[in-house]
């Protein structure tokens, strides 16, 4: 598959390893030989056990809460733990390493709102930058404009091809009876090109924020009625907004069903029972963030990005264009 003579390495941290095994497994290569664990006191560690002098490496770490042994880390550990796996990458004289973030944590810091807030987006970006990382490939960043907090070179790759490909055999049958819905105005762009494709029509759920993680649905733009619809965002946390939204689609819009896809399934607090209890038939994610351990939901789908990921990588290590797979 690949020719030139710089070797590729691939090694994974400790929030996502079945996915980067996954893309290890699409390119033919084997998973770098790694420990990445924490002291007794929470310190972070990384030792590597194979030289990558010289080697094209990739660091698959989606930077999100996850458990291991049965401990729960959150998602300032798998921070931690990429930022110290490419300092050691680096100061082992890598040729070039690049920051394999599926799922990029913080991303929703990315502005002020108000007085004296920080934008953590940026802050974050400075210090994978700082760390030594050449360039990072991600997915579906919440803002398109945090590529431009980094100084290095940024591919978003994008979920929404996915999901046209699974929803397009889902409802082909009644393709003229569905909708594509944007849970919020905010998510319209996305939610347009991912109709367009789908070749449906659009509605808008207009709703107002009162505070972190909590929304109220105000209205409905378009005409949901006796529809299939398909709820489109970028990620569920606590599922809060999804439910709602789903509701209103249903009481307020007469939708005949609901079905949600989002890239990102960070599924905190009560994210999972409110799924388990809503009117929304299915919600399908990306494996972008691992499922949650032991917690089961017969609503949540998960489909692989690793094929996605796989030729992201191979099209970087042999140098060639990635621009096709953004499409």
Same mark, same amino acid.
């Given at each position: 598959?690949?020719?030139?003579?710089?070797?590729?390495? =691939?090694?994974?941290?400790?929030?996502?390893?079945?996915?980067?095994?996954?893309?290890?497994?699409? &390119?033919?290569?084997?998973?770098?030989?790694? !420990?990445?664990?924490?002291?007794?006191?929470?310190?972070?560690?990384?030792? *590597?056990?194979?030289?990558?002098?010289?080697?094209?490496?990739?660091?698959?770490?989606?930077?999100?809460?996850? !458990?291991?042994?049965?401990?729960?880390?959150?998602?300032?550990?798998?921070?931690?733990?990429?930022?110290?796996?490419?300092?050691?990458?680096?100061?082992?004289?890598?040729?070039? =390493?690049?920051?394999?973030?599926?799922? /990029?944590?913080?991303?929703?810091?990315?502005?002020?709102?108000?007085?004296?807030?920080?934008?953590?987006?940026?802050?974050?970006?400075?210090? =994978?930058?700082?760390?030594?990382?050449?360039?990072?490939?991600?997915?579906?960043?919440?803002?398109?404009? =945090?590529?431009?907090?980094?100084? *290095?070179?940024?591919?978003?790759?994008?979920?929404?091809?996915?999901?046209?490909?699974?929803? /397009?055999?889902?409802?082909?049958?009644?393709?003229?009876?569905?909708?594509?819905?944007?849970?919020?105005?905010?998510?319209?762009?996305?939610?347009?090109? /991912?109709?367009?494709?789908?070749?449906?029509?659009?509605?808008?759920?207009?709703?107002?924020?009162?505070?972190?993680?909590?929304?109220?649905?105000?209205?409905?733009?378009?005409?949901?009625?006796?529809?299939?619809?398909?709820?489109?965002?970028?990620?569920?946390?606590?599922?809060?907004?999804?439910?709602?939204?789903?509701?209103?689609?249903?009481?307020?819009?007469?939708?005949?069903?609901?079905?949600?896809?989002?890239?990102?399934?960070?599924?905190?607090?009560?994210?999972?029972?409110? *799924?388990?209890?809503?009117?929304?038939?299915?919600?399908?994610? &990306?494996?972008?963030?691992?499922?949650?351990?032991?917690?089961?939901?017969?609503? *949540?789908?998960?489909?692989?990005?690793?094929?996605?990921?796989?030729?992201?990588?191979?099209?970087?290590? !042999?140098?060639?264009?990635?621009?096709?797979?953004?499409?």
């Amino acid at each position: 598959m690949f020719t030139h003579g710089k070797g590729i390495k =691939i090694f994974t941290g400790n929030s996502n390893p079945n996915l980067a095994k996954a893309i290890c497994q699409e &390119l033919g290569v084997p998973l770098g030989n790694a !420990e990445v664990g924490s002291f007794a006191d929470g310190e972070n560690f990384a030792s *590597i056990y194979e030289t990558v002098r010289g080697a094209d490496v990739f660091v698959v770490q989606s930077t999100c809460p996850f !458990e291991k042994d049965g401990v729960f880390h959150t998602v300032n550990d798998a921070l931690m733990e990429l930022l110290i796996m490419i300092d050691a990458l680096r100061r082992a004289s890598a040729g070039r =390493i690049t920051a394999v973030i599926p799922y /990029f944590g913080y991303a929703r810091q990315d502005r002020k709102t108000k007085p004296r807030d920080p934008i953590s987006a940026k802050l974050v970006a400075n210090l =994978i930058t700082r760390a030594g990382a050449d360039r990072v490939l991600t997915m579906d960043l919440h803002a398109n404009q =945090i590529q431009g907090f980094f100084d *290095i070179p940024v591919d978003n790759l994008l979920g929404s091809p996915i999901f046209v490909n699974e929803f /397009f055999r889902k409802f082909a049958a009644v393709q003229d009876d569905t909708m594509v819905v944007s849970p919020d105005v905010g998510s319209v762009a996305r939610a347009r090109a /991912f109709a367009q494709k789908l070749g449906m029509p659009l509605a808008i759920v207009d709703k107002r924020r009162q505070k972190a993680n909590s929304s109220e649905v105000m209205n409905i733009i378009g005409d949901v009625h006796d529809k299939h619809v398909i709820l489109l965002d970028d990620m569920v946390d606590t599922g809060g907004s999804l439910c709602h939204a789903a509701k209103a689609l249903v009481d307020i819009g007469k939708a005949k069903s609901v079905t949600a896809c989002a890239s990102h399934g960070l599924l905190s607090g009560p994210a999972i029972q409110r *799924i388990t209890d809503s009117v929304i038939d299915e919600v399908v994610f &990306l494996d972008t963030i691992p499922p949650k351990t032991g917690a089961k939901c017969d609503k *949540i789908r998960y489909i692989s990005v690793a094929h996605l990921f796989a030729e992201a990588i191979s099209h970087i290590y !042999e140098e060639t264009s990635v621009s096709r797979l953004f499409s």
